[in-house]
């Protein structure tokens, strides 16, 4: 069986063992990753680059036997835009939360159907709870999915052959070709 985020390795070096957190105060955590770290996550989440990353929070007893997770994420990424290819800076602050409980049930969905159930912070309760896994999930779900440079807008391609009228998106409007047969229904009639 493979580690999940909610179920790290012993060995993971952010990972917290549940056995081992307070009941009765914050287990706080601050996680700022070094160079090397930071050149991995940009890689693994395809950025031109990271260049700041910061994930502070604290672990709290939820009750007797659950947990709960609250943080906050600030990160700066770098990515090409997606229209001009020139490098895009985006700030990043968000709070996240987590649920750790240990009686958890994954909702049940027929066969046929994925979906993804409403309340995603939610996991089962391992043996560990891993900011850092928290934190680089948290951040690729921020992440632009496609970033723009201000001011950058696709332009307009024309292609047609020699000889031909170029068709252009005006004229592939659905009401395009009504309205220019409306125009020629009314000049026959005068």
Not at 174 to 186: E, S, W
Request: charge should be negative; aromatic fraction near 4%.
């Amino acid at each position: 069986m493979s580690d999940t985020p909610s179920r790290p390795r012993a060995e993971t070096k952010t990972a917290m063992r549940v056995s081992g957190l307070s009941q009765s105060k914050d287990n706080s955590f601050a996680l700022r990753p070094d160079a090397e770290e930071l050149e991995a996550i940009a890689r693994e989440l395809e950025l031109s680059a990271l260049r700041k990353l910061s994930f502070e929070g604290r672990v709290v007893a939820q009750g007797s036997r659950d947990w709960r997770l609250e943080g906050r994420l600030g990160a700066t990424v770098v990515q090409p835009c997606v229209i001009t290819l020139e490098p895009v800076t985006t700030r990043i602050d968000v709070d996240v939360e987590r649920s750790y409980l240990r009686d958890y049930e994954e909702p049940e969905m027929p066969e046929a159907e994925v979906e993804m159930p409403d309340d995603v912070t939610t996991e089962p309760l391992g043996a560990w709870i891993d900011p850092g896994a928290v934190m680089r999930e948290a951040l690729a779900l921020e992440v632009p999915d496609y970033p723009r440079k201000d001011q950058a807008e696709l332009g307009q391609m024309v292609h047609a052959e020699p000889g031909t009228a170029p068709m252009t998106d005006e004229d592939a409007k659905p009401f395009a070709g009504l309205a220019g047969l409306r125009d020629k229904l009314k000049g026959d009639e005068s």
